[in-house]
């Protein structure tokens, strides 16, 4: 039995974490973090856990922390995370942290798109990236793994194959992205407050999402050379769900139908990937761990379609997916 801690306890990525962990027969909840006081009922903060688990939420210092837990889950935000996640490995507990710290290899590009010095730059670049479709192997041994981004999930499950088999070129790659609210987290913000989002799709952060440079620096690994995308999400009024649409330029004569078939060859043995006959819809894999993938020929352009659910393959199935890997389990344990 593997002991586990969420830090962060009362946001959204762990409440979808709790969901799945409480039905993970290898494991066993043993710290649940917050900075309120008073030790709220986890039911008090997430309704939906009521009869189903019950524990508080604490203010636990790190050292409470290693004390109680084998592997910890870190779901604070940038930042916050790496000052908490830096002390747990130090002292030879497993982490998975969702937050964007260590995923990019470079303070300075950190620093340049999360406006922060980085709390633990010795790290990077020996971090591996939490998909395990591509990095399994490095997932397996790590002590730490950077659960990746939910638009750079579906993106990089879209194209990493067909740049890395030289199907589509690197350069020219438009990538147009929706995400449901809860994106943004819990904390309410005023775009995400009911009146201003519902009924109502709009870009933001155009030319300015920090997970453009997520994007290039895993598309450039696979591609071998740089990589560009010009990245421009949305948020559209639904509460959960990534749609992204790749436009991208084929190398020579390479047919929807070669495309499709080199994602299915490259997916084909893993559990949450699937080409769809049909164009995929952020309903069909909302609740699931899964990512659906198509692929049309417009023109010129080879559109690769990818559609996950953020809280899941894009959050805390993906970490749940890191941990199985981690500690041996079945991947697969748990998730549907
Ligand atoms: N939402 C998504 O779709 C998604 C997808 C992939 C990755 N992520 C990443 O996953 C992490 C959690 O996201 P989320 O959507 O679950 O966020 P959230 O709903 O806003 O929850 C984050 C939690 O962290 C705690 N917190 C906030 N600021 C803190 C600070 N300065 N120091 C310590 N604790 C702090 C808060 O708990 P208390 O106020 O109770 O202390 C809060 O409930 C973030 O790093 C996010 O970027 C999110």
């Not at 929706?178 to 407050?193: D, E, F, H, L, Q």
């Not at 933001?204 to 995308?229: C, F, K, M, S």
């Amino acid at each position: 039995m593997i002991r586990v801690g969420i830090l962060g306890a009362t946001g959204y990525t762990a409440l979808e974490l709790i969901r799945i962990l409480i039905r993970h027969s290898e494991v066993e909840i043993g710290a649940l973090t917050t900075r309120q006081s008073g030790r709220p009922a986890a039911s008090s903060v997430h309704p939906s856990l009521a009869g189903k688990l019950d524990l508080p939420l604490e203010d636990l210092s790190p050292e409470q922390v290693i004390e109680r837990c084998d592997c910890v889950f870190s779901c604070l935000p940038h930042a916050a995370s790496a000052e908490v996640v830096k002390v747990l490995v130090d002292a030879g507990r497993r982490v998975i942290d969702f937050s964007a710290d260590y995923r990019l290899n470079d303070a300075e590009v950190y620093q340049t798109w999360y406006g922060e010095t980085h709390p633990d730059p010795e790290r990077l670049g020996r971090v591996p990236y939490g998909l395990p479709e591509l990095f399994a192997s490095q997932i397996s041994q790590a002590p730490l793994v950077a659960n990746p981004g939910c638009y750079p999930t579906a993106v990089v499950l879209a194209l990493a194959p067909l740049l890395a088999a030289r199907l589509i070129h690197r350069e020219g790659i438009i990538l147009d992205a929706k995400t449901g609210v809860s994106g943004a987290g819990r904390t309410p913000k005023m775009v995400t407050i009911f009146p201003e989002c519902n009924e109502s799709i709009m870009p933001y952060n155009v030319g300015q999402h920090r997970h453009t440079p997520e994007i290039d620096q895993l598309l450039g690994q696979l591609a071998g050379a740089p990589v560009q995308a010009i990245f421009t999400p949305h948020l559209a009024p639904m509460d959960r769900g990534i749609l992204t649409t790749a436009y991208t330029l084929p190398v020579g004569d390479t047919t929807e139908t070669a495309a499709a078939d080199a994602l299915r060859d490259f997916y084909a043995e893993q559990p949450f990937v699937t080409v769809v006959d049909t164009l995929p819809a952020t309903k069909h894999v909302s609740g699931t761990n899964h990512c659906h993938l198509a692929v049309r020929k417009v023109r010129d352009r080879l559109l690769v379609f990818s559609c996950i659910d953020n809280l899941l393959k894009g959050a805390s199935g993906a970490a749940v997916q890191n941990f199985n890997w981690m500690f041996g389990f079945p991947e697969a344990t748990a998730l549907i």
